[in-house]
């Protein structure tokens, strides 16, 4: 495998990747661990961890390819976001995402206020093409970032009403749609959680930012075969996938959570301190 192509799954895992609620956020203290594959085959692994404290939430992601593709590319990547959770509406405040392979690094840091950008850095810059297409400043506004995005809020109706929405999303350099619709329900048994969960299908749609000319976008907005599944966060009335399905053009990736433990009522400062 190229290593551009190693480190863009790991990248992936960071981006993928993605707000109904009519009651508090309530807490919880969350604690997930995946692995990721190709075409079956073990990747790498990733963790997200953090939790929600009222109205307020914090998360942090890891991820890293691991065997002979992680010792030859190097690839891994982290991240972070807070924010908080007002009834139906979730609002970010900070994220920063990291990620590195042996070839290439890059960091991007972006403040919030009101769901619109306040500042962001990329370093080093994303590079200038002809065929990327430009952001305007109301590309920045009514968003929220990729990290947040995991965090789902549902409006008491049950797993049928998880996957209806569209998340707008701004990753600090491109900002795009991630259509979800509902397909269905079916149970899983995780480390931690045993249950149903949501089955959502998933539509990618470019609006600025990307390569337009790019065979790799042209196959992206194409692919109608992405899908997440969707495990409630005991405690809270939000929901965070457990499985990511995403097509690509040297096979499928399958980002899938094998430990899924959530401390209803507990704060994630207070499980860090017992």
């Not at 968003?143 to 998340?167: H, Q």
């Not at 997440?228 to 899938?256: C, D, F, H």
């Amino acid at each position: 495998m190229k290593p551009a192509i190693a480190s863009s799954l790991a990248g992936c895992v960071l981006a993928i990747v993605a707000c109904c609620a009519s009651l508090p956020a309530a807490a919880a203290s969350l604690d997930a661990r995946y692995e990721v594959s190709l075409l079956g085959l073990t990747l790498g692994t990733a963790s997200l961890s953090g939790g929600i404290d009222g109205s307020s939430y914090k998360l942090d992601i890891a991820a890293k390819l691991t065997g002979l593709i992680g010792g030859f590319t190097g690839g891994r990547g982290s991240g972070a976001a807070s924010g908080s959770v007002n009834g139906a509406k979730l609002s970010p405040t900070s994220f920063a995402v990291s990620s590195a392979s042996s070839s290439e690094s890059r960091t991007v840091r972006m403040a919030l206020d009101s769901n619109s950008v306040a500042a962001v850095e990329i370093e080093p810059p994303i590079e200038a093409k002809p065929d990327r297409v430009p952001l305007t400043d109301g590309h920045r506004r009514n968003i929220v970032d990729p990290l947040s995005a995991f965090l789902m809020p549902v409006n008491g109706k049950g797993l049928t009403s998880a996957c209806n929405r569209t998340l707008q999303i701004f990753d600090g350099a491109a900002r795009y749609d991630i259509k979800l619709s509902h397909a269905g329900t079916r149970e899983v048994k995780l480390d931690g959680y045993s249950g149903p969960v949501a089955v959502c299908q998933v539509r990618y749609v470019p609006i600025a930012g990307h390569r337009a000319l790019r065979p790799s976008t042209k196959f992206m907005v194409e692919n109608k075969d992405i899908s997440t599944w969707l495990a409630p966060v005991a405690g809270t009335n939000l929901m965070v996938p457990v499985r990511v399905s995403v097509k690509t053009m040297i096979g499928t990736a399958v980002l899938e959570a094998s430990s899924f433990k959530v401390d209803p009522g507990v704060t994630a400062s207070t499980a860090r301190r017992d």
